[in-house]
């Protein structure tokens, strides 16, 4: 059964934004915190000023942590593999030895 949307009114950066969705109003608003957070340290480095170009710089900055975050993700998944692969090579070969061993 799917969830029906519902409305969610929250505050980023001084704006009001009612938005509409399946996500619970608490995830909404963890979101909401966050980016506002960001906005809140473009606008403190002092630099830009106009809500568009902090929203942008704000935006910016999330996808450098996603992609950074994904960097890590792929080097972890690939050391994962790597040991999947020594793992499955050492039964293997203790497969063989025990072959080897058969009692009669």
């Known amino acids: 059964m799917n969830n029906p949307p519902k409305s ?3 505050e980023i950066f001084g704006q009001t934004y009612t938005l509409k969705g399946v996500a619970s ?3 909404v608003r ?8 960001k906005m809140r340290e473009v ?4 630099k ?3 809500l ?3 929203a942008i710089l704000a935006a910016l ?5 996603l992609f950074q975050h994904r960097q890590v993700l792929q080097r972890k998944e690939g050391l ?3 040991a999947e692969r020594r793992v499955s090579d050492l039964i293997d070969s203790l497969e063989g030895q025990f072959e080897d061993l058969k009692l009669e």
């Open 30 to 37: 963890e979101l909401a915190g966050y980016l506002d957070q």
């Open 52 to 54: 568009p170009k902090i």
């Open 80 to 82: 994962l593999k790597k």
């Open 43 to 46: 606008s403190a480095a002092g």
């Open 61 to 65: 900055n999330i996808a450098d942590e």
């Open 25 to 27: 109003e608490a995830y």
């Open 8 to 10: 969610v009114q929250i």
């Open 48 to 50: 830009v000023n106009a």
